[in-house]
């Protein structure tokens, strides 16, 4: 898997090459990273890459050509092409099946925007999809860019160690995509509050239905929509339905 970034501020992108799970993955070999500046892509003695919008307002555009010209050399370095990711508060929004299809295509290119955003030329002619993190604004793509290809590697085989597992991780498939059960680690005891017994017990099927049990209720409380979503998919089994609907009875009695 290889990610290409366009961006202004590379040096933003160490956060993942360097660090914690996707740092050692990277150090493993699992994945690359290429940046590109498109300030290294311009002609003129200032290095522009910016100008004021036409019809006026305020901030700047990113200019098309440096953009252009920093994909098509990120282009040419790419053994699998995949798609171009513009960051962009318009676009689809991310989430773990996107994730899932950037691993199994070998990666994307990532375009972070700053300022206003980008010539809508650059968008017309280079670009896929727009991708969001979620409804605000941040002040550029580089964020959005390492959140994507946080959640990438850590899905790349090998990337986790077993007591990392993203297979206990909420929206994934052993979880039937609910979220996640609450997690305590010593001590027993913390000011009164206690680890829940079923955890302590020992018990491996007792504790595996408590973590399905709290999934479902949070599930249920937090993201009903995740919860007809996997009852859709036929990922509930007949023990769920009938927890849920025990559930469903104590909240109306
Ligand atoms: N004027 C734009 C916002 C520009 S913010 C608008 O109102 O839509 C500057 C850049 O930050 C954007 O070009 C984009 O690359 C990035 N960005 C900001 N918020 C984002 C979000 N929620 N998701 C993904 N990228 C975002």
Not at 6 to 16: D, N, Q, R, S, W
Not at 120 to 136: A, I, K
Request: hydrophobic share 40%; with cysteine; charged share 25%.
């Amino acid at each position: 898997m290889r990610f290409d970034v366009i961006t202004l501020f590379p040096e933003m992108l160490a956060a993942v090459s360097g660090q914690g799970i996707t740092g050692r993955a990277f150090k493993q070999g699992l994945w690359e990273l290429g940046l590109w500046n498109p300030r290294e892509f311009t002609h003129d003695a200032h290095r522009t890459v910016d100008d004021r919008p036409y019809g006026g307002g305020p901030g700047m555009v990113m200019m098309v050509d440096p953009l252009e010209q920093a994909v098509d050399a990120a282009r040419a370095q790419r053994l699998r092409q995949g798609p171009v990711l513009l960051m962009s508060p318009r676009g689809r929004r991310f989430d773990q099946p996107l994730a899932q299809s950037l691993v199994d295509g070998g990666g994307a290119i990532l375009v972070c925007g700053r300022y206003e955003g980008v010539d809508q030329r650059f968008v017309d002619r280079c670009v896929t999809d727009e991708v969001s993190m979620g409804d605000f604004v941040l002040s550029g793509g580089e964020i959005p860019a390492m959140a994507i290809m946080d959640a990438s590697v850590r899905l790349l085989p090998g990337a986790l160690n077993d007591a990392e597992s993203a297979r206990q991780d909420s929206f994934n498939e052993a979880l039937a995509g609910l979220l996640d059960s609450p997690h305590y680690t010593r001590p027993e005891v913390y000011k009164n509050q206690r680890v829940p017994a079923e955890l302590l017990s020992g018990h491996h099927a007792r504790i595996a239905v408590w973590r399905r049990e709290q999934s479902l209720t949070l599930t249920l409380h937090r993201r009903p929509d995740l919860l007809q979503q996997a009852r859709k998919a036929g990922l509930l089994t007949d023990a769920d339905e009938r927890f849920l609907a025990r559930l469903a009875g104590s909240a109306a009695s």
